[in-house]
């Protein structure tokens, strides 16, 4: 059965420093993987996603993530953050190709960005 | 464009009583999810829609819940009776359903329910 971890709940970091939240998966199968974000008050966003083809995702908002299938990993870096990044990011996985587009998310990294 | 809309974007209510949570997709989007967050847990998958079909109801969490889809436009979520632990935020989300788009779902911004 498929699984998301993020082992990281929360992750506070000074503003301008490098950040990278992590996730690893399990799937007996090839997956496509994503990541969302959420900011105060407002809906998830999707920051990028990982279909095929190069390993090194770049997303929206200067963040990227690079897949590792022998690590089973899809972890998310951004080498400057900024206060307006502060926010929850959720990593998700679905199976390809499962039809039903359902996805699995982890539980959550709440990324607070001190000045 | 307009996004994934719901309403309402909160509610509290009490133990056994009703909620109806209301979504309306982006237009022309044939696929319509509904997921759950309960506080400080993962994000799960409740169901997903195929135009008024219901494609996948496998994670529906139990018979108090029911989700339609009418016409194929917007859809409705029932909790009745509501009990404590339905207390959380309910996404709705949505996609096309042609090739290219590499499976990328559209969210709203949640309702968030408390049951009291």
């Known amino acids: 059965a498929q699984s998301v971890t993020q082992l990281d709940s929360q992750v506070p970091v000074f503003e301008e420093a490098p950040v990278e939240l992590r996730c690893n998966y399990s799937?007996?199968?090839?997956?496509?993987l994503f990541w969302y974000v959420q900011y105060p008050n407002q809906g998830l966003q999707l920051l990028l996603k990982?279909?095929?083809?190069?390993?090194l995702v770049k997303g929206i908002n200067g963040f990227e993530a690079e897949f590792n299938k022998s690590q089973t990993s899809f972890h998310l870096r951004k080498p400057s953050v900024h206060i307006s990044d502060t926010a929850e990011y959720f990593c998700?996985?679905?199976?390809?190709?499962?039809?039903?587009?359902?996805?699995?998310f982890g539980t959550g990294t709440r990324l607070k960005v001190l000045a | 464009e307009a996004g994934v809309t719901q309403f309402p974007s909160h509610s509290v209510i009490e133990k056994g009583q009703t909620v109806t949570l209301r979504c309306d997709p982006i237009?022309?989007?044939?696929?319509l999810y509904w997921y759950r967050r309960v506080m400080g847990k993962e994000i799960k998958f409740l169901l997903h829609?195929?135009?008024?079909?219901?494609?996948?109801e496998s994670g529906m969490p139990n018979n108090r819940f029911l989700a339609e889809r009418t016409g194929g436009t917007y859809s409705t979520l029932k909790v009745q009776p509501a009990e404590l632990e339905d207390s959380g935020v309910y996404f709705c989300?949505?996609?096309?359903?042609?090739?290219?788009?590499?499976?990328?779902?559209?969210f709203g911004e949640g309702s968030w329910l408390t049951v009291v």
């Open positions: 989300a949505s996609s096309q359903d042609k090739q290219g788009r590499g499976n990328t779902i559209y």
């Open positions: 799937s007996s199968v090839s997956v496509y």
């Open positions: 990982y279909l095929s083809g190069s390993t």
């Open positions: 998700a996985v679905s199976e390809n190709p499962s039809g039903t587009y359902k996805y699995i």
């Open positions: 237009s022309g989007h044939d696929n």
């Open positions: 829609f195929v135009k008024e079909s219901k494609q996948d």
